[in-house]
């Protein structure tokens, strides 16, 4: 594809996300960005795809966190080489305003013109030549000097976005059928009545959060309205990340102000444009919104994976691999996950956010994450857990190798159930295909392998008094991780 | 406790069943009377220990099949002795007609005076007391020649159930403030209307399908009645059904007519009379029945097991291990097992039974059984099966030991997970602790056996290119059980 735009324009895409609201298929180290909500792609692929017609791979930034950091790298492997010095990790989520500071440092360095276009990972637009002429307008207006925002055409009195008022009387330029403004004001989540006024009225937008401005501008009304976030960011600016320095930075870090771009810097500036633009955009705020944009049956239906249903209708069931069955349901919402299941009618979908808090001050580890986790090498998926033990089916890449490890509390024995295992235990190494297994003594150095060309699968038992994942050793790493960096 | 009755009273337990109503909880090979529906017991547990308030054990006959037979028979452990010949086991269901003839057939045999209390083994019963002088009026109508029935007073215009009209002009004796009556006709299943119309007259009775004969008696009324049926049940009778002979006796039993008592026998004889009683009786024959008997909370709800609730009314949530959250349900089932979810209004849980003809249709294993399945030395449960692969828990209890075996086509790694494996391979034989393991190639001799008296709990990882539980040469079995029956 020919990427025609700006040479100046870089992309950054906001992949952090506390995965409450998909909950259960998303969860706090799995959020909706890396759900395959609608299409063949993830959310945050198609977010990469549609970039893609903008910028080269080469200039997109991911700003992330280290615990979502190896399920991101994994669907975005397709653009492993050119995005390999596009991650920012934050330690820890501080809202927009932070990562954006982080990133727009980062690029007047590379580029003191640069550019930046700011988006979600886990929105679904649709309408890839109206985005591409968007953001062309939006260029024109950054370069100008604008803070510009990205308005979409209200269509429903929703309560849940906050609201763009452009000044009519201020118009910034046309391109392609579309124009900017000035930013009259920001309206926040409004009521139903204020809402249903705005669609009315039609002069109101919603706030897509996406943004796109020169990282010089942005970084000028940081030092305006946030001068004590700008100082702490450019602090961390020049700070290692890697061995020890990673701790400090990441204190240093923590410190910083928690505050979304909206309120630190939009509405505060006079620099805001905004550009009503006509791609479709949700951004799936609950699984009662997913029919705005997943394709319904006849009956009103969304259905995926193992569901058998008789009568239901404007019903949203999400299976897996596990046996969903429904019976007559009206405007229902099941999500099933091998861990955890969810029922409840749409209209309080937005209460899972709600449920989901009271799981993580439980501390129910079905918040955190799923019982399937990624890593560089490829993936675990605990099969059961109990007194003593704990079963897992590990999944290994082509090439793929878990870091030379040891354990002080539990043994391990491995089964292979397909491809080839490479082991190596205390000073051996030998191999091990479907059928043979062996066992790992505490104590003992050892790592597992995939020597071939196709996907090696083992089914590991270990035994212990002590199972946590930070009982691990770690003497040499392919994948540069840190000493107590979980699991392989 | 003192079982004061009659010296010739015999009680009949159906545990038949075929697991269709409280599905996914039950399923065919095993149904509603070995759940535990309220009560630390489960329903067949329960109705065992009211039945020995009239009759010691070893006068329990209990008719089932041998797919459910090795899961009851651990549930009844308690009375393993008293009811080692006890048990009838049918080849496969032929409606209550049929079980209820081969009892009596066997009862007359050994006790030409045998009263007979018929019942079956789901009920919920609240009130032993009064079952038991109901019992005790029953037994002397019995004794009169007379088939009795056991008539509940209606409390609501239910048409799931068939009704009993008693003839108040023939009153048949009483006895502790209860009395029997004639039969002046049975109704089948009404419609509302009529149902209301019997709920509001007062006489009229649910057939509760408890029934109390001599088993003379009934034989006299199967030769005036169901002549064919009772020369193959005698025909039957005097067969073996060891062996060999197993398959024929099934090929026999299978031609045998399926019909019940109700239609073939109760509504045609001149001798049927109805006991009205007043203990407290549901069949709770489906999910929306369940809250009769089982106590709700403050909001109506009736919630078991990992069940995290946000605000939902009226709502029966049945969880297992994992977790099970719900928001703002009204009138809802949500039943969730390892393998399969069942997510219904209440309203349409009779529906239930449909959608399982769905699935057995469709020849999806969720009809069948549990991914946990008993065996006379304990259970296994599928941890996950795959292409080549299948991982299962298997659990052995004290002294248990599974048979001598063999598979053509897979090979077996074992991991013990907790107490003692005492393994035989080829010729070898030796013990392993927690954290070992071993490897059983195929074409081997092998045997798992708990030698201790705590629990044994193995990981079993199958490998090979066909993994049913058919691909098994039974040499020595401690069960006697033929040949080609399933694992173990």
Redesign the interface.
Known sequence: MRVVTNPHLYAVILAGGSGTRF??LSRERFPKQLLQIIGEDTLIQQTVRRVLRVVPANRICIVTNQFQADSIQLQLVEWKEELKDGFILEPEGRNTAPAIGIAALRLVRRDPDALMAVMPADHVIQGDVKFKAAISVGCRLAQDGYLVTFGIRPTRPETGYGYIHPDLRARLGKRRGLCGYKVARFVEKPNLAKARLYLRKGNYYWNSGIFLWRASTILEEFAKHLPALLRGLKALNGMDQSGDAARQFATQYKKLKSVSIDYGVMERSSRSAVVPVDFSWSDIGSWGSLDEVVPRDKKGNVKTGNV?D?ESRDSIVFADR????????TG?V?V?TP???????K???Q??K??VE??KR?G?P?HLEHVTVFRPWGSYTV??Q????K?K?ITVLPGGRLSLQLHHRR?E?W?V??GTARVTRGSEVFDLR????T?IPKETQHRLENPKKEVL?I?E?Q??PYLGEDDIVRYHDDYGRAQKHPTG
Request: glycine fraction near 10%; include cysteine; proline fraction near 7%.
């Open positions: 909950w259960p058998v008789l596990r046996l969903v069955a429904t019976i007559g349901l229902m099941v099933d861990d955890a299941t969810l029922v409840c009618p209209s309080r979908s209460d899972v709600k449920l009271i799981l439980r129910a079905e099969l059961e109990g007194p003593g033990y079963v089916r043994s024995q089964v159930i397909a479907p059928g043979e297994s066992g699968e089914i038992v035994n212990g």
